[in-house]
């Protein structure tokens, strides 16, 4: 059985800096809290589904995404890297960071509220108020 996944969600942030950096390193973890936007994707009724976290932030100076990710299934975690695989993060429109794989990913069934999430450097210019919108492309995976 193939299953496709298609999820994105939108965050309006102010920050004003621009930020030479290489992605998918992760360089800080941060716990989270109610200001990080989640989501999930649904694998089906009986496979449980993909929960995520994410916003972000400014350290030291640098723009950086953080997230996390859980699954409600245990079964279903072992696909967790595909799906990270295919993860983006748009800022104003642009894809700025293909690939989600550093974010932190916990036990299935963890609470991501008061958890952990990794953070990488994003290489964008902001400015005041711009668009980031987190989504995934399509797969399939083996089931």
């Not at 989501?39 to 972000?56: H, I, M, Q």
């Not at 350290?59 to 990270?84: Q, Y």
């Not at 794989?101 to 916990?106: E, I, L, M, P, T």
Request: aromatic content about 6%.
């Amino acid at each position: 059985m193939f299953t496709k996944l298609l999820a994105s969600a939108t965050v309006a942030l102010g920050l004003g800096i621009a930020v030479p950096a290489s992605a998918q390193q992760v360089t800080a973890q941060v716990p989270i809290d109610s200001s990080f936007v989640g989501g999930e994707l649904t694998w089906g009724s009986s496979l449980g589904t993909v929960a995520f976290r994410w916003k972000p932030v400014v350290i030291k100076n640098t723009l950086m995404l953080c997230g996390a990710v859980t699954n409600s299934n245990a079964r279903m975690a072992r696909h967790n890297a595909t799906v990270l695989n295919k993860g983006w993060l748009k800022v104003d429109g642009r894809k700025v960071v293909r690939g989600l794989r550093f974010f932190k990913v916990h036990q299935a069934g963890t609470s991501l509220e008061g958890a952990v999430a990794n953070c990488t450097p994003v290489k964008a210019s902001t400015k005041q108020n711009s668009k980031y919108e987190l989504g995934f492309d399509s797969t399939r995976v083996r089931l």
